[in-house]
């Protein structure tokens, strides 16, 4: 096989192999459900314990019952907003962001057809948030802020610490979605003013299927999930064992690593935006003002297409994205780009580089390699570069339907 860069660690990452090796017993010997009184039930029970306690640890949460584990981030955001939403049904104002990930976007637009207010919070031109529209937002009616840590698209973060003061002032629960931020960036939830936290093992190397929400003590949580009495009643269904216990062991390994984020794969992250800066054309990086993930590279190369940049760049062997993986396939420009009011010749060419702490600078070289020649290729295909607007339009459609003849 040819050359392999996976830089598309936003959307997944590699499952470690000591990760495996902590599942393999519990898809086998250990197959006793947690609920089970008898030793074969108790021996599982107690790992899973464990592996709340490494969960805990990895985002600083005071006490481990207050992880539950769920089936994935997309169940932690509906869980808590739902949650927070049944704990005050007097109360009918939700607030968030346009950029948030599909699985809160999605369920909130859902909520608003059923009839609660929505206020969609803006983001600048680099994708920062505006805390002024925040505290102006805010009512005795609202009964749950739910904003996102860092962007899946862009990396930008927000500032979690100081919206967390603003809601919690006004007695309201704030729940984050830190699915981008934990293994990525230190977490400690007994210093952040921050009531409910989604997070998701697949994006630290853990396995998928498996993620948790955190909730703080003393906040009311009616379950999502009716059913047996697993996870304190708060999340019934038999545990993902395997899962859990490869969660746990993953949110370990990405404690003792978390430094290496800061350093190593920051440096690596800037290295090749500093190359594709020199050597790419015209390019954007989009949200590159705000404070970002450091694995995180949203590159729009103008007048470009994502998708078929994607196309050459996996003929090289190199993974990336042109945003969330969840909507990859759809020819819609990002929601995220649009809220930062991207204009229209930089908004179809974005790119996602996302790094883990398993790329190297070898990687890196490569890549900075290929797309110099890559967005030649295009350019020569529909010479954009030098066409007006409408013309542009129909010679992307060209330069596309060219990709994919050949495809
Ligand atoms: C910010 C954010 N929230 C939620 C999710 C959903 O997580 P999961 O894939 O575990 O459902 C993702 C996944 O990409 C994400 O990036």
Known sequence: MGKEVYFDNNATTQVIPEVIEAMVPFLGKYYGNPSSIHRFGSQVSEKIDSARAQVASLIGAAD???VI???CGTEGDNAAIRGMLEAHPEKRHIVTTQVEHPAVLGLCQILEKKGYRVTWLSVDQD????????RAALSDDTAAVSIMHANNETGVIFPIEEI??????????????????AGKIALDLKRMPVDLLTISGHKFHGPKGVGALYVRRGITFPPFMIGGHQEKNRRAGTENVAGIIGMGKAAELASARIGEYDTRVRALRDRLEKSLSATAGEIRINGQAQKRLPNTSNVSFRYLEGESILVLLDQQGICASTGSACTAGS????HVLRAMKTPADWLQGAVRFSLSGLN???????VNEKVPSIVKRLKGLSALGQLGNHQADTDRGVASATLGARE
């Open 360 to 366: 190297t600078e070898e990687e890196v070289t490569y």
């Open 331 to 334: 020819s819609e420009p990002s």
């Open 64 to 66: 481990p019952v207050e």
């Open 127 to 134: 994708g920062g948030l505006d805390l002024a529209e925040l």
């Open 69 to 71: 584990f769920t089936s």
């Open 164 to 181: 967390g003061e603003i809601v919690r002032g006004r007695g309201i629960p704030f729940h984050v979605d830190a699915v981008q931020t």
